[in-house]
């Protein structure tokens, strides 16, 4: 019964609010506070996490780990010597469920590593509760945004031993061939895409950073196929006819 009394006198505060004063924009207020928690990420200062996190905070990070709050807050420490940088957090958009939100945004990290030139963004999904002490983080999830790799310029002689079909499995092939001095590649039943080089025998396609065809050669140097790997994976595909 006193939870009762004391959870209805907790809810007629905000209601009565909201009837004489407008309400903060909750958008703006997430968005603050979780620059505010960027920024102590590049500060080194675990105090701002320890504010913003709920004693029950759950955080998985870009690489699979799951984090309590404890390991969050103690994580935070200040940049080592050498390294500097700033994080914003960009396209930031807020789904507001009343007591809870939800908010997705881009973490834009631009880094210097001893002189040298980093620029690096996470797409983050947070959800936020509202409670007496203002909005607590009580769930993140980091997701690492993947861009293409620099790509080296082949000539039209160090493409060529890459041209012909090959073969993955019965009635599945790809064929790379030259178009306007380029490299292209098609899967039967596919749309042709661009190949370009990361490094001689190291292919990707624009706009998939996930992939990469690496060329396998024999013992004479000559081209007996692919693997395209994703990740650790790969799909081998054969040469056709062998050379």
């Given at each position: 019964m006193r939870f009762t009394i004391l959870f209805a006198a907790a809810l007629a505060v905000p209601l009565f609010a909201a009837e004489t004063t407008p309400a903060p924009d909750t958008a703006a207020i997430l968005h603050t506070q979780t620059q505010e928690l960027l920024d102590a990420i590049t500060h080194g200062t675990p105090e701002v996490w320890d504010r913003y996190l709920d004693e029950h905070a759950v955080v998985t990070a870009e690489d699979g780990t799951v984090a309590t709050k404890a390991a969050m807050v103690k994580d935070i420490k200040p940049l080592a010597a050498g390294v500097?940088?700033?994080?914003?957090?960009?396209?930031?958009?807020?789904?507001?469920?009343?007591?809870?939100?939800?908010?997705?945004?881009?973490?834009?990290?631009?880094?210097?590593?001893?002189?040298?030139?980093?620029?690096?963004?996470?797409?983050?999904?947070d959800t936020w509760v509202k409670t007496p002490r203002g909005w607590r983080l009580i769930a993140s999830q980091v997701l690492a945004l993947r861009t293409d790799p620099p790509a080296i310029t082949l000539s039209a002689q160090q493409s060529a031993?890459?041209?012909?079909?090959?073969?993955?499995?019965?009635?599945?092939?790809?064929?790379?061939?030259?178009?306007?001095?380029?490299?292209?590649?098609?899967?039967?039943?596919?749309?042709?895409?661009?190949?370009?080089?990361?490094?001689?025998?190291?292919?990707?396609?624009?706009?998939?950073?996930?992939?990469?065809?690496?060329?396998?050669?024999?013992?004479?140097?000559?081209i007996t196929g692919f693997v395209e790997r994703r990740e650790a994976w790969d799909l081998t595909w054969t040469r056709t006819p062998a050379p």
């Open positions: 500097s940088g700033d994080i914003r957090a960009i396209d930031f958009n807020v789904v507001d469920h009343g007591s809870v939100a939800v908010a997705t945004y881009v973490s834009d990290e631009h880094e210097t590593y001893h002189g040298q030139q980093l620029h690096c963004q996470y797409r983050s999904t031993p890459y041209l012909g079909t090959y073969v993955l499995a019965p009635g599945i092939t790809y064929e790379i061939r030259q178009r306007d001095g380029k490299l292209e590649g098609q899967r039967n039943g596919r749309p042709a895409e661009s190949l370009l080089a990361e490094s001689p025998d190291v292919f990707f396609v624009p706009g998939s950073p996930r992939y990469r065809k690496i060329f396998q050669r024999d013992a004479a140097g000559k």
